[in-house]
C-alpha cells in the first residue's frame, strides 16, 4: 500500500463505507442473530438499537475531532503509552479478525447453500479471498472508492427489490405485537447496537488529516450513518412484512427469501440472485476495509506486500478448525458474536474516547 498524496480521500466517499459496511455486518448475520431472539418484534428492537447507536457515533466523531493527525493505533500509542496503547490495539486486530472470518465463512455458506450447492465451502472461500488479497495491495483510497461504487449499487438493487417484494407486503405479519419478553428485546436491542459499533469503529483507521474536505465530514458522516441504518431497518421491516413471525426463524437467510417473492409488473420474477449480489459487493467492501485495518497494525517491511496473502491463510484456516459445519456456526456466532465485538472493539474504543476526555480537560484547566 502506497503512503502519502496518494491517501488522501474525500468525506462523501469515506462516510459511504458505513452503507457497506452496516448492511454487510448485519445482513445473513446480525439479523439471524435478531430474529432468532425477537422474530415480528426485531422491528422494535432494531429502532431501540438504532437510537442506541449513536452513542458510538458521537463517541466515533469525538475521537475524529480531537485527534487530527494520527489513525487508532498511533493515538492508542501516545495516549496509554507503547505497552498498553498496543494491547489495546491488538484487541481491535483480534476483534476485527474475528468479524472477519464470521463474514468469509457466512458468504461462502451462503453461496454454497443458494448458488453452488455442489461446490465445496472451502473453494468458495478461496474464491472470496482472492479478490480480496489483490484490492489489500492498493492504498486506502482505492479501497474507499470500491466500497463507494459498491454501496451506490447495493442501494439500486435494495430499491428494486423493496419495488419487486412490496405487493408481497402483509401488515398481519406484525402481529402478535411485543408478542418477546422484555429481556428478549433488551437482548437484542443491545446486540444490534453492538454490532453496529463495527463498521464505525473501522473509520478510525483514516486519519482526519487524509481527508481533503474534512469540513464536511461531520455532515457526510452523520447522513450516511442515518441513511445505512433506515436501509437496514427497512429490510427487516420487509423481511417481516414478507415471511412474517413464524417463518423468520426456520430460513438462515431470511433476506433472501424474502427476495424470493420479487415480481414487477407480473413480468419480472426469479430475479433473487441478481438481487443477493448487494450481499457479495457489501462483504467484500467491509473485507477489504477490515483487511486494510489490520495490515496497518503490522510494521512495514519490504514483505509488507504479502501481509494481505498472511491474514487470508490465517482466516482460510481459522474458519476450517472453529467452524466444523454450519450447525456449529449458527450455535457460535449466536453465542458469542456479539459478545467478541464487545469485548474486543467497543471496551479499547470506551477506554480511547474517556482518556481523550481526560486529555482535554486537563488542557482546559
Not at 479501497?143 to 428494486?160: E, G, P, R, T, Y
Not at 447522513?223 to 437496514?232: A, E, N, Q, R, T
Not at 459445519?325 to 472493539?345: D, H, P, Q
Request: hydrophobic residues 50%; positive net charge.
Amino acid at each position: 500500500m502506497v503512503e502519502g498524496e496518494s491517501e488522501k480521500i474525500y468525506s462523501f466517499g469515506y462516510s459511504a463505507i458505513l452503507i457497506t459496511c452496516i448492511l454487510s455486518v448485519f445482513i445473513g448475520k446480525g439479523n439471524y442473530i435478531l430474529f432468532s431472539l425477537t422474530r415480528n418484534d426485531t422491528i422494535f428492537a432494531a429502532l431501540i438499537g438504532f437510537l442506541l447507536s449513536f452513542i458510538t457515533f458521537f463517541m466515533i466523531k469525538y475521537i475524529i475531532s480531537k485527534n487530527n493527525e494520527e489513525d487508532i493505533y498511533a493515538l492508542n500509542e501516545r495516549i496509554f503509552g507503547k505497552v498498553l496503547g498496543k494491547a489495546f490495539n491488538i484487541a481491535l486486530w483480534i476483534g476485527f479478525f474475528i468479524v472477519g472470518i464470521v463474514i468469509l465463512y457466512n458468504m461462502a455458506d451462503f453461496f454454497n447453500t443458494e448458488y453452488l450447492p455442489e461446490t465445496s465451502v472451502e473453494y468458495l472461500k478461496i474464491l472470496v479471498l482472492l479478490p480480496l488479497v489483490y484490492i489489500c495491495t492498493k492504498n486506502i483510497s482505492t479501497v474507499i472508492k470500491m466500497n463507494q461504487i459498491f454501496a451506490v449499487v447495493s442501494i439500486i438493487l435494495v430499491l428494486i427489490g423493496f419495488l419487486g417484494i412490496f405487493p408481497s407486503f402483509e401488515l398481519r405479519n406484525f402481529e402478535p405485537v411485543l408478542s418477546s419478553s422484555k429481556s428478549d428485546i433488551i437482548k437484542s436491542s443491545i446486540t444490534y447496537f453492538i454490532l453496529s459499533i463495527v463498521p464505525l469503529t473501522a473509520l478510525l483507521v483514516c486519519s482526519k488529516k487524509n481527508i481533503k474536505d474534512s469540513d464536511r465530514l461531520n455532515g457526510n458522516l452523520l447522513k450516511s450513518f442515518v441513511f445505512s441504518h433506515c436501509i437496514l431497518i427497512a429490510i427487516i421491516a420487509t423481511t417481516i412484512l414478507t415471511l412474517g413471525a413464524e417463518y423468520l426463524n426456520i430460513f438462515r437467510f431470511p433476506e433472501y427469501i424474502a427476495l424470493k417473492q420479487f415480481s414487477l409488473f407480473n413480468i419480472l420474477e426469479r430475479v433473487e440472485n441478481i438481487l443477493a449480489l448487494q450481499y457479495y459487493f457489501n462483504c467484500v467492501g467491509l473485507l477489504s476495509f477490515l483487511y486494510y485495518f489490520m495490515i496497518k497494525l503490522i510494521p512495514p517491511t519490504k514483505y509488507k506486500r504479502y501481509y494481505s496473502i498472511v491474514i487470508a491463510l490465517l482466516q482460510f484456516i481459522t474458519t476450517k478448525v472453529i467452524f466444523k459445519n454450519t450447525v456449529t456456526f449458527i450455535e457460535m456466532i449466536e453465542k458469542y458474536f456479539a459478545y467478541s465485538v464487545g469485548i474486543f472493539i467497543f471496551l479499547p474504543l470506551i477506554f480511547t474516547f474517556l482518556k481523550l476526555i481526560l486529555l482535554n480537560r486537563k488542557k482546559m484547566t
